[in-house]
T-cell receptor
Framework: DTGVSQNPRHKITKRGQNVTFRCDPISEHNRLYWYRQTLGQGPEFLTY????????KSRLLSDRFSAERPKGSFSTLEIQRTEQGDSAMYLC????????????FGQGTRLTVV | TQLLEQSPQFLSIQEGENLTVYCNSSSVFSSLQWYRQEPGEGPVLLVTVVTGGEVKKLKRLTFQFGDARKDSSLHITAAQTGDTGLYLC?????????????FGTGTRLQVTL
């Protein structure tokens, strides 16, 4: 299967701990997105990359959040000093940068901060 | 900041009924996508519309893009329980390099027997 892959699927962490999530996009796609989704809401944009360049980061994203895509392939999203309000589903998607730019999503990482 | 509004937010219908979900913005989309999401899973792409006035059909689902490319609708004919889920529209507001996919608030559909 060559779809978008996210790991881990679930993460439970104690408040104050750091967590890191990984996303492996579809190999031909050079655009990669991170979104956060809370229960009953639509996905909220966090950041996106074109190849290894981070083109935009949401103003809603605090300095505790950082994302990287060092070689333009997989990406990581790190949350430092987690807070209970960080509990959410973290979604990764990838697309081509041109055309209709259909974005294909992974299954997400469900983070619970206790 | 471009906003997409979806309506209704929640819809509960019986199997066999028809329904329409709307997605609206004050800005022009360069393209718009519809997704369906089940609990605990990522959104799954249903369709992409690009041209104003475009209509696409996917079995019992009909997607329409407004002539001015500011709105879209999803119509489901003879809904089935398997249609239950969160329906999301997502738009690109310009075709330039620095444009991101922005999601609507979602419509939660529940289809019961």
């Amino acid at each position: 299967d060559t779809g978008v892959s996210q790991n881990p699927r679930h993460k439970i962490t104690k408040r104050g701990q750091n967590v890191t999530f990984r996303c492996d996009p579809i190999s031909e796609h050079n655009r990669l997105y991170w979104y956060r989704q809370t229960l009953g809401q639509g996905p909220e944009f966090l950041t996106y990359f074109q190849n290894e360049a981070q083109l935009e980061k949401s103003r809603l994203l605090s300095d505790r959040f950082s994302a990287e895509r060092p070689k333009g392939s997989f990406s990581t999203l790190e949350i430092q000093r987690t807070e209970q309000g960080d509990s959410a589903m973290y979604l990764c998607a990838s697309s081509f940068p041109t055309g209709g730019r259909e974005a294909f999503f992974g299954q997400g990482t469900r983070l619970t901060v206790v | 900041t471009q906003l997409l509004e979806q309506s209704p937010q929640f819809l509960s219908i019986q199997e066999g009924e028809n329904l329409t979900v709307y997605c609206n913005s004050s800005s022009v989309f360069s393209s718009l996508q519809w997704y369906r999401q089940e609990p605990g899973e990522g959104p799954v792409l249903l369709v992409t519309v690009v041209t104003g006035g475009e209509v696409k059909k996917l079995k019992r689902l009909t997607f329409q893009f407004g002539d001015a490319r500011k709105d879209s609708s999803l119509h489901i004919t003879a809904a089935q329980t398997g249609d239950t889920g969160l329906y999301l529209c997502a738009g690109l507001f310009n075709a330039g390099t620095a444009s991101k996919l922005t999601f609507g608030t979602g419509t939660r559909l529940q289809v019961t027997l």
